[in-house]
């Protein structure tokens, strides 16, 4: 599966410790970040990521992926403070249309990442089909 990575500058450190903590669950997909996001990521846990470019630009690139229906599941941490300023309403509007999981918070991303293991997304592959 495709999984996107996308942390605030805020929640960079969160997104690192999730990946680290999740290693094993991540490293059976295919993960694709924002630049910063990306290189923490692979450097912490020596896993590869297909990073994209940094800040607002890595977020449109990934944003045109959900649009085509490209990622079977989103983490997005975001800071609240910098939600109007990036494209996470966009994201959800998104991933709504093309029924594409996402998580906002780590509670949420905990969840997903559990049911990713049992394996409760794999009805995403029909999807895409």
């Known amino acids: 599966m495709n999984i996107a990575l996308i942390a605030h500058d805020n929640k960079k450190e969160l ?7 999740y290693k094993y669950i991540l490293s059976k997909h295919k993960l694709f970040a924002t630049g910063r996001t990306g290189a923490i990521i692979s450097e912490a846990c020596g ?12 977020e449109e690139q990934i944003i045109a992926r959900v649009a085509y229906n ?5 983490l997005y941490f975001a800071d609240p403070d910098e939600i109007d300023n990036s494209g996470l309403i966009e994201l959800l ?10 998580a906002t918070n780590l509670a ?4 997903l990442i ?16």
Do not use: S
């Not at 509007?93 to 996402?102: G, K, S, T, V």
């Not at 559990?114 to 089909?129: A, I, M, P, S, T």
């Open 108 to 111: 949420t991303a905990e969840v």
């Open 47 to 58: 896993q590869e990521v297909f990073t994209l470019d940094y800040g607002h630009l890595g």
């Open 70 to 74: 490209e990622m079977d599941l989103v």
């Open 93 to 102: 509007a998104l991933c709504d249309r093309n029924n594409i999981p996402i």
């Open 15 to 21: 997104m690192e410790a999730f990946c680290i903590a």
């Open 114 to 129: 559990n049911g990713l293991q049992r394996g409760d997304f794999e009805w995403r592959e029909l999807v895409k089909k």
